[in-house]
């Protein structure tokens, strides 16, 4: 096993807060095995800290990157593609070097788009009371009184109802 030391972990950390490297590709990259990474992580609380530190970091930068992209979705944008098409027309130099090249270089702009789906996500999570995603249907009773209210009774109520019931059939109310 490794020992554990300040620079292997500051590596690792560096790795973690780049990219999202695997385990098996941090403990490659910095040349100790998963086992020992792990023994660290285990029994060592100041390196599971700086993995973590290091963890929330990327975290971090994900989201930065995620915003500066949702943003460029949502507002289009452009990009310069280059291109070199170079002809040659077969002849030769004594030193053998090319004759006669030709060379054509483009550059076009291209235009993407504002991303609907990206507008329309951006909407619902950002102002979900005037853009919701789902309906909702509501049933009411007579007046707008709740239906299932009338239905529900609590033992209160339903003692005083069958109370009510017994004394119109006694007084003959209601028929049997």
């Known amino acids: 096993m490794t020992k554990y030391n300040k620079t292997i972990v500051n590596k690792i950390c560096s790795l973690i807060k780049k990219d999202s490297y695997t385990i098996a590709e941090i403990c490659s ?4 095995s998963e086992s020992t990474y792990h023994g660290w992580k285990d029994s060592n609380m100041e390196f599971l800290e700086s993995i973590k530190k ?8 994900m989201v930065v990157e995620a915003h500066k992209s949702l943003l460029k979705l949502i507002r289009g944008y452009s990009e310069n593609e280059e291109k070199t098409v ?12 090319p004759v006669g090249v030709l060379k054509e270089h ?23 009371e005037n853009w919701k995603n789902r309906q909702n249907t509501e049933i009411t009773g007579k007046d707008g009184k709740d239906l299932i209210s009338d239905h529900v009774l609590t033992p209160e109520k339903r003692k005083l109802r069958i109370e009510v019931l017994k004394a119109k059939l006694n007084d003959g109310t209601i028929g049997t």
Do not use: C
Request: avoid cysteine; charged fraction near 25%.
């Open 29 to 32: 990259l910095v040349g100790i």
């Open 54 to 61: 290091a963890r929330e970091e990327f975290s971090g930068l």
């Open 86 to 97: 170079t002809i040659h027309r077969g002849k030769k130099s004594d030193e053998g070097d």
């Open 106 to 128: 483009t550059v076009t702009t291209k235009h993407f788009q504002p991303n609907p789906t990206a507008i329309i996500f951006t909407l619902v999570n950002r102002d979900p």
